[in-house]
């Protein structure tokens, strides 16, 4: 088995999710004002901090992505964040696109760049300990969106991205993201979502691509947040697996994004996933409805630390249970 396919079961064990925790300076900084504490790279640092160090976190997070700033920071007793992370029992992954920018031709749409330089940062962060990658690409629906010159520049740019990892020993999340955000129904969201990730097949396969050592981070096919036909979890769990099954079985695993989903709605979506059999794990790689509740309850003050560990460690509990239902049901 090779060092990448090795990573990629740990990150997708049973029972196990990973924490996306990899905001960019910019989007933390936003969060921590929201939540009434000062952004600065210490306040950054001690949040990350309190995220990592929650009691009993490994039992159900295998791995947490960070951004690059914090793949540089110490915890307080001095560790660098990769080491004392690993120490936990945890892989430290790291984000390593630059953001989603406009596209040039093409007119509201954005192309995730990253790519200059890559191989050169890949080894630097192999060197600081982290074990795996991550690369998001982000569509949106509209009349005209996501279009094919937009669908094929991004699905081309992540397997760009999980080839370079793959050669630098990493192992690539591969994140195409179809935002939640319109009007959008379940149907619309299960088109573009499946036109999306054949794109991304495509492209991967272009590249020499191993998929035993890729972890995919898809969005579950939902609604639009302004649609009026809300579905339930099952109805979720039934277009996102009928999406994901023109996937070969050879795929290390499944990492949903929660996209903005309340997080007792992508619990729920989650644990309904868990009933269909499926020839690759299907987990969780959430961040806002792991870290939101987590952040309401430190908001920054001292006293409340352990309250922002407790909430983050109810909903790990909360999704890990969930995953643990397909176990139940394999082996019933
Ligand atoms: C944590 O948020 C990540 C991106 O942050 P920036 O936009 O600041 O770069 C994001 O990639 C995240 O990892 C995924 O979208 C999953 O997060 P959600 O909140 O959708 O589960």
């Known amino acids: 088995m090779s060092t990448c396919t090795q990573i990629a079961a740990e990150l997708t064990a049973p029972g196990k999710g990973i924490l996306a925790a990899d905001e960019s300076i910019a989007t933390m900084s936003s969060r921590l004002e929201n939540a009434g504490v000062s952004p600065t790279a210490d306040s950054r640092r001690i949040y990350r901090e309190l995220l990592a160090t929650t009691p009993g976190l490994s039992d159900g997070v295998s791995g947490i992505i960070f951004c690059d700033e914090t793949l540089g920071q110490v915890f307080t007793d001095g560790r660098p964040f990769p080491q004392a992370v690993r120490e936990l029992g945890i892989h430290a992954g790291i984000k390593v696109d630059t953001g989603a920018k406009s596209c040039p031709g093409l007119p509201g749409e954005t192309i995730t760049e990253g790519l200059d330089g890559l191989p050169a940062r890949l080894a630097r962060y192999a060197e600081l300990g982290a074990t795996f990658a991550k690369w998001r690409a982000v569509f949106s629906i509209s009349g005209r969106t996501p279009s094919w010159g937009a669908t094929v520049s991004n699905a081309n740019g992540l397997a760009r991205y999980a080839a370079a990892c793959q050669e630098a020993g990493l192992v690539p999340i591969v994140e195409p993201e179809v935002l939640m955000t319109g009007a959008h129904t379940l149907a619309d969201c299960a088109a573009t979502t499946a036109t999306v990730q054949a794109a991304v097949r495509q492209q ?8 035993a050592g890729i972890v995919l981070k ?9 649609c009026p036909d809300v579905s339930d979890p099952e109805q979720v769990a039934e277009a996102t697996v009928a999406v994901l099954r023109a996937w070969p079985a050879q795929l290390a695993g499944v990492a949903f994004l929660s996209g903005g989903q309340p997080p007792e709605r992508a619990t729920a979506n989650l644990a309904a996933l868990q009933q269909h059999q499926t020839p690759w794990p299907l987990t969780f790689s959430f961040g806002r409805a792991l870290v939101s509740p987590a952040l309401a309850a430190w908001h920054g003050d001292d006293l409340r630390y352990r309250d922002g560990q407790s ?16 176990a139940d049901l394999q082996s019933a």
């Open 204 to 211: 991967l396969a272009a590249l020499g691509v191993d998929l």
């Open 218 to 226: 898809p969005n579950m096919v939902i609604e639009g947040d302004s």
């Open 311 to 326: 909430a983050l460690a109810k909903h790990v509990t909360a999704n890990s249970a969930a995953l643990r239902r397909r």
